[in-house]
């Protein structure tokens, strides 16, 4: 899994979204902008996150394990079962 950077700095976060509430826009192909990280952060259950470029990875995601998504690179989530998360922001420091 990869690691946000030392340096980045938390700015915005989502609401907590469960398996109904999702956005189907997290659920397709979808990226960050440029410089932006995030962390998907799940609170209780599991989700699926796939990165789709430019290496396909695949991972489980869980209260234990939470996801990094880089800026620009294509992913989506799927949720397995009943599950609650939310996702953090980041940014270089200005």
């Not at 509430?21 to 932006?36: D, E, I, M």
Request: glycine share 6%.
């Amino acid at each position: 899994m990869k690691l946000l950077p030392p340096d980045v700095v938390s700015y915005q976060r989502t609401k907590e979204f469960s398996e109904i509430t999702v956005p189907k826009a997290l659920t397709a192909r979808h990226s960050t902008k440029a410089g932006v990280w995030g962390r998907i952060n799940v609170v209780q259950g599991t989700l699926h996150y796939r990165i789709l470029e430019p290496m396909p990875e695949e991972h489980s995601l869980s209260p234990d394990h939470p996801g990094v998504v880089e800026p620009e690179i294509l992913h989506e989530v799927e949720p397995i079962g009943k599950v609650r998360f939310f996702v953090e922001f980041f940014r270089a420091p200005k």
